[in-house]
């Protein structure tokens, strides 16, 4: 089933498991055959030690329709990247581990950074962006999805139900957005969607008014998810920041490049749980507090880009805006854990909507002082721009690390 969410037109397809999964594995393999889909994970090396990546190669090992698995693998040593290609090689697929901290590849952002266009700090932003570039180079792929490597709960009828309405060429849309309820061990999850952007963005449009790019974020259930399909031809143009600004600033360049009509978002799964960030409170450079600044970022960005003028005075009306509002959303969230057994800690949201409020000034006051900074990195179309060679030589540092580095069981 379909609907279209009040705020922004976006198609949602809900209830999909109504149809039975196979005949949709077997029409995504029937499209396969001449739309190839390339599958991109974003990991951490820690996360090769943790709880949830090796069940997800056991249920992505299933899956017949990829054409490639693209490993962006990040705080590696050389010890580290061998014993990560020996742990992703369970997989049946043509895959590949790009190693980011290889002596290869950080010559290669040393040679970007002197045409001004390397991403400025690491994290997931920057081993997405490198990967899209890898998948560029091997320019045989009409559909890259991307997930993360944390989901404890995975299961790969998700993959299937995400990549389906771009696969389908009898479909419009670029993007496919994955969503979920945001529930785990009893508790209402899902707290920075809840307690920070659905807020913000009510308060938003009372405080600067109606604006098309505040309806169209509204509109997505869960616009924070880490899960994403689109097809190919977007990837060169595609500008994406480098901090945790990443999924707005996904969905705010297709609305930009396509328009929100090409854009969907699909229900992939009834539960989903992954890593969960604490507060840190007191480090405004980790967990919460930098995730919540660096997206406040990201919407005061965009919105300038299309016309909007900020001031100190908007962001003091904003904060004092959000907080009421955030407040009374709680009440309203706290009412719907009861409502379905589960629990929600008010105490500790309360203090969190504070941090929040306060961490929309901060970010407003960045904005305010850094007028001129480079919210994005540059995207692949500007980097080819400015040697033709840039794509071409990732490819090939990525096949001469995997060459010489041979992998080394645990």
């Given at each position: 089933m379909a609907d279209f969410h009040q705020n922004g037109n976006i198609a949602q397809f809900h209830n999909l498991r109504q149809r039975p999964i196979e005949e949709m594995v077997?029409?995504?393999?029937?499209?396969?055959?001449?739309?190839?889909?390339?599958?991109?994970?974003?990991?951490?090396?820690s996360e090769l030690e943790g709880p949830a990546l090796a069940n997800i190669l056991k249920e992505l090992s299933e899956v017949s329709y990829l054409h490639r698995i693209i490993i962006g693998l990040d705080r590696a040593d050389e010890d580290q990247f061998r014993r990560a290609k020996?742990?992703?090689?369970?997989?049946p697929q043509d895959h590949v581990v790009l190693?980011?901290?290889?002596?290869?590849?950080?010559?290669?952002?040393?040679?970007?950074?002197?045409?001004?266009?390397?991403p400025q700090e690491p994290g997931k932003g920057k081993n997405m962006w490198t990967c899209?570039?890898?998948?560029?180079?091997?320019?045989?792929?009409?559909?890259?999805?991307?997930?993360?490597?944390?989901?404890?709960?995975y299961q790969k009828d998700m993959l299937a139900r995400l990549v389906y309405p771009v696969v389908n060429p009898n479909f419009r849309y670029q993007l496919s957005k994955g969503y979920y309820p945001r529930i785990g061990d009893g508790k209402l999850n899902g707290r920075v969607t809840r307690l920070l952007v659905s807020p913000l963005l009510i308060a938003l449009k009372k405080v600067i008014g109606d604006r098309d790019y505040i309806d169209y974020l509204r509109a997505f259930?869960?616009?924070?998810?880490?899960?994403?399909?689109?097809r190919t031809g977007l990837v060169p143009d595609l500008r994406i920041p480098s901090d945790w600004g990443l999924e707005i600033g996904v969905l705010s360049e297709v609305w930009r490049n396509s328009g929100r009509h090409s854009v969907c978002q699909v229900e992939i799964a009834d539960a989903?749980?992954?890593?969960?960030?604490?507060?840190?409170?007191?480090?405004?450079?980790?967990?919460?507090?930098?995730?919540?600044t660096d997206i406040c970022k990201a919407i005061f960005r965009k919105l300038a880009a299309d016309g909007t003028v900020f001031t100190a005075n908007t962001f003091r009306a904003l904060k004092a805006t959000y907080y009421r509002i955030a407040l009374d959303l709680l009440e309203f969230y706290d009412n719907d854990a009861r409502m379905n057994g589960l629990t929600i800690d008010r105490h500790r949201e309360e203090k969190t909507i504070e941090l929040f409020a306060e961490n929309i000034m901060a970010a407003g006051h960045f904005f305010l002082a850094k007028?001129?900074?480079?919210?994005?990195?540059?995207?692949?179309?500007?980097?080819?721009?400015?040697?033709?060679?840039?794509?071409?030589?990732?490819?090939?540092?990525?096949?001469?690390?995997?060459t010489e580095?041979?992998?080394?069981?645990?």
């Amino acid at each position: 089933m379909a609907d279209f969410h009040q705020n922004g037109n976006i198609a949602q397809f809900h209830n999909l498991r109504q149809r039975p999964i196979e005949e949709m594995v077997y029409e995504i393999e029937s499209y396969a055959q001449t739309r190839k889909i390339s599958l991109v994970l974003p990991s951490l090396f820690s996360e090769l030690e943790g709880p949830a990546l090796a069940n997800i190669l056991k249920e992505l090992s299933e899956v017949s329709y990829l054409h490639r698995i693209i490993i962006g693998l990040d705080r590696a040593d050389e010890d580290q990247f061998r014993r990560a290609k020996d742990f992703f090689s369970v997989l049946p697929q043509d895959h590949v581990v790009l190693w980011n901290d290889s002596p290869r590849m950080t010559a290669y952002m040393e040679k970007l950074q002197g045409h001004g266009l390397a991403p400025q700090e690491p994290g997931k932003g920057k081993n997405m962006w490198t990967c899209m570039g890898y998948m560029i180079g091997c320019a045989d792929t009409s559909v890259m999805a991307l997930h993360d490597c944390d989901i404890v709960t995975y299961q790969k009828d998700m993959l299937a139900r995400l990549v389906y309405p771009v696969v389908n060429p009898n479909f419009r849309y670029q993007l496919s957005k994955g969503y979920y309820p945001r529930i785990g061990d009893g508790k209402l999850n899902g707290r920075v969607t809840r307690l920070l952007v659905s807020p913000l963005l009510i308060a938003l449009k009372k405080v600067i008014g109606d604006r098309d790019y505040i309806d169209y974020l509204r509109a997505f259930r869960y616009p924070l998810s880490g899960e994403f399909a689109l097809r190919t031809g977007l990837v060169p143009d595609l500008r994406i920041p480098s901090d945790w600004g990443l999924e707005i600033g996904v969905l705010s360049e297709v609305w930009r490049n396509s328009g929100r009509h090409s854009v969907c978002q699909v229900e992939i799964a009834d539960a989903y749980d992954h890593k969960h960030q604490d507060e840190s409170e007191s480090d405004a450079q980790g967990g919460l507090n930098r995730m919540s600044t660096d997206i406040c970022k990201a919407i005061f960005r965009k919105l300038a880009a299309d016309g909007t003028v900020f001031t100190a005075n908007t962001f003091r009306a904003l904060k004092a805006t959000y907080y009421r509002i955030a407040l009374d959303l709680l009440e309203f969230y706290d009412n719907d854990a009861r409502m379905n057994g589960l629990t929600i800690d008010r105490h500790r949201e309360e203090k969190t909507i504070e941090l929040f409020a306060e961490n929309i000034m901060a970010a407003g006051h960045f904005f305010l002082a850094k007028p001129n900074e480079a919210p994005f990195i540059p995207n692949w179309s500007r980097v080819n721009a400015a040697e033709p060679g840039l794509v071409a030589e990732l490819h090939g540092i990525v096949a001469a690390d995997n060459t010489e580095f041979a992998a080394k069981p645990f």
